[in-house]
C-alpha cells in the first residue's frame, strides 16, 4: 500500500530522511516513533505529498509520487490526514467540517454527504455537537471532528502526525479509543505516536526513528519489551521513566 | 470670538455643502469599489510565486505608498493630458483615489489571507482540494473576517483624502468649504462646517465598522490552537 525505497531528503543542508525503507501493507497498522526531531513527521507527511522527496522511490497505493502520471489531489482524496493541530476550519460547523471535502472534492450530494457526515460524527461520539464551531469543543472532540473528517472521504489509508500531543490528558484517551476503533475495521494506518498502550493494543508493527534513518522495526511487544538498539533503549527508558 | 461666527451664511451655503456633500459621498463610495476592483488584482498578482506578476504588482505598491497622494493626483491630472487622454477632473480624481487605495487595500488582504495558519492551507491540500477550492473554501472565507476592519479603516482614509480633489476642481465637500471661504472671506465658517461633514462621514463609518466586528464577532472563529 506504501512503499518507501530508498527515500531522501533535505532540508537545505539538514539530511532529514536517511535512506528510508519501508512498506506497509494493506490493513496494516504502523506506529512510528522516536525522538524530537528524528523525522517521523516528515516521513508520513511525504507519503499525501505535504513534503516532497528528492530521490528515492516513493509509491503510495500503487502511484509512484513525483511521477508526471501521478494526480496527487486524486491521490490524497484516498489518504486522510490527521494533524497534531487538529487544524478544523474555524468557519465552519462540526457537520460542515465533515461534509465539505465530500462536496467539493468528492462530488457527493450535499443531503448524501450530511447524513454520512452525522453518521461519522455519531460514531466518535459527537451526536450531540453537530452545529458546534471548533471553538465551542475541547481538544479531544476537535481532534475527533478531525479524524471523521478524513472517514468521511472513504480513504484508504489514514496518517496520524502524532494525534495526540496536542491534547489535555484527560482527552488522550477519547481520541485513541476512536482510533482503536478506525483500526479494528481494517483501515491502513501509519501513525506518529508515543502511545504504547495504543501500539500495544492495535499495531503490527512499530518503526524507531533517529536522526532521519529507520533504526529499529519490530512488533510491538518485541520492541518494547526487547529493543535491540542502544538508541532505541535510551529512547524507551526516558518515555517510560515518567 | 464667537460673536463674527457667522451661523447664517452657513445656512446660506448649505444648500451647496450639501451638495459637496453628497459630491464627497457617492465619490468616496466609487472610489472605493474601483480600490477594492485594484485591491483584489494586485493582491492576487502579488501571491503568485512567478516574478512575471508578483514583481509589477510590488513595485507599483511601492511606488503608491512612497509618494503621495497629491502628486499621483497632478501625475494624472497633467500627465494623461499629455498622453492625448483629456478625461473630466471628476474621472481623473475618482481614478487617483482608486489606484491610491487599491495599492493599500492590495497589502490589507494579502495580510488578511497570509494570517490564515498554514494548518488551514494543508488541511485543505490533505483533503484533495485543488488551489482554487482552497481559496474559495478555507482561506478567503476566513481572510475576509479579519479584512473587513482595516477595510473600513481604508475607507475612512479615502473620504479625508478624497478632500485632496479640490485641488483639481472637482466639485466636492471641500471645494464647497473653499468657495464659501472665499466668497465671503470666510474661512472659519468654510472650513469648520467642512471638517464636521467630514466627522458626520467619519462616525457613519465607525459604526459599519463597530456593527461590522458584532457581526463577525456572533459566529465564532479561531480554534484554541
Not at chain 1, 104 to 114: F, G, P, S, Y
Not at chain 2, 158 to 184: C, F, P, W, Y
Not at chain 2, 213 to 224: D, F, M, T
Amino acid at each position: 500500500m506504501i512503499e518507501f525505497r530508498g527515500v531522501n531528503k533535505w532540508f537545505g543542508a539538514l539530511h532529514v530522511l536517511k535512506d528510508i525503507t519501508l512498506s506497509v501493507e494493506p490493513r496494516e497498522v504502523v506506529v512510528v516513533c522516536g525522538p524530537s526531531g528524528s523525522g517521523k513527521s516528515t516521513l508520513i507527511r511525504c507519503i499525501n505529498g505535504l513534503e516532497t522527496i528528492k530521490d528515492g522511490r516513493l509509491v503510495v497505493d500503487g502511484q509512484r509520487l513525483g511521477d508526471r502520471a501521478t494526480n496527487m489531489t486524486e491521490l490524497r482524496t484516498e489518504i486522510g490526514f490527521v494533524f497534531q493541530s487538529f487544524n478544523l476550519y474555524p468557519h465552519k460547523t462540526a457537520l460542515e467540517n465533515v461534509t465539505l471535502a465530500p462536496i467539493h472534492v468528492r462530488k457527493i450530494q450535499r443531503t448524501e454527504a450530511e447524513s454520512a457526515g452525522r453518521e461519522m460524527l455519531a460514531k466518535v461520539g459527537l451526536a450531540e455537537k453537530f452545529n458546534a464551531y471548533p471553538a465551542e469543543l475541547s481538544g479531544g472532540q476537535q481532534q475527533r471532528v478531525a479524524i471523521a473528517r478524513c472517514l468521511c472521504m472513504r480513504p484508504k489509508i489514514m496518517l496520524f502526525d502524532e494525534p495526540t500531543s496536542a491534547l489535555d490528558p484527560e482527552m488522550i484517551s477519547e481520541v485513541l479509543d476512536v482510533m482503536v476503533g478506525v483500526a479494528e475495521e481494517g483501515m491502513t494506518m501509519m501513525v506518529v505516536t508515543h502511545e504504547m498502550g495504543f501500539a500495544r493494543k492495535v499495531a503490527q508493527r512499530v518503526v524507531f526513528m533517529d536522526e532521519g534513518a529507520v533504526v529499529e522495526t519490530g512488533t510491538p511487544e518485541e520492541f518494547f519489551s526487547d529493543p535491540k538498539t542502544d538508541r532505541s533503549r535510551a529512547f524507551l527508558s526516558k518515555i517510560l521513566r515518567h | 470670538m464667537l460673536e463674527n461666527f457667522s451661523f447664517r451664511t452657513i445656512i446660506e451655503y448649505l444648500p451647496l455643502l450639501g451638495e459637496g456633500f453628497v459630491a464627497t459621498l457617492w465619490l468616496s463610495i466609487v472610489s472605493f469599489a474601483g480600490a477594492l476592483a485594484v485591491g483584489i488584482i494586485l493582491c492576487a498578482m502579488n501571491l503568485q510565486h512567478s516574478q512575471v506578476l508578483k514583481l509589477p504588482a510590488k513595485m507599483y505598491i511601492d511606488a503608491i505608498r512612497a509618494t503621495p497622494l497629491l502628486a499621483q493626483l497632478y501625475f494624472l491630472y497633467f500627465g494623461l493630458p499629455r498622453l492625448g487622454m483629456v478625461l473630466p477632473e471628476l474621472f481623473v480624481g475618482i481614478l487617483a483615489l482608486s489606484l491610491n487605495s487599491g495599492a493599500y487595500i492590495a497589502e490589507i488582504i494579502r495580510a488578511g489571507i497570509l494570517s490564515i495558519s498554514r494548518g488551514q492551507v494543508e488541511a485543505g491540500v490533505a483533503s484533495g482540494m485543488t488551489y482554487a477550492q482552497r481559496m474559495r473554501l478555507v482561506i478567503l472565507p476566513q481572510a475576509i473576517r479579519v479584512t473587513i476592519p482595516p477595510l473600513l479603516g481604508q475607507a475612512i482614509v479615502l473620504v479625508k483624502d478624497s478632500a485632496l480633489l479640490s485641488l483639481i476642481s472637482v466639485s466636492e465637500l471641500t471645494r464647497a468649504g473653499q468657495l464659501l471661504a472665499s466668497d465671503r472671506f470666510m474661512p472659519a465658517e468654510g472650513f469648520i462646517t467642512t471638517a464636521a461633514c467630514y466627522l458626520l462621514l467619519y462616525y457613519g463609518l465607525k459604526s459599519l465598522a463597530v456593527l461590522s466586528a458584532r457581526w463577525l464577532g456572533v459566529r465564532p472563529i479561531g480554534s484554541r490552537i
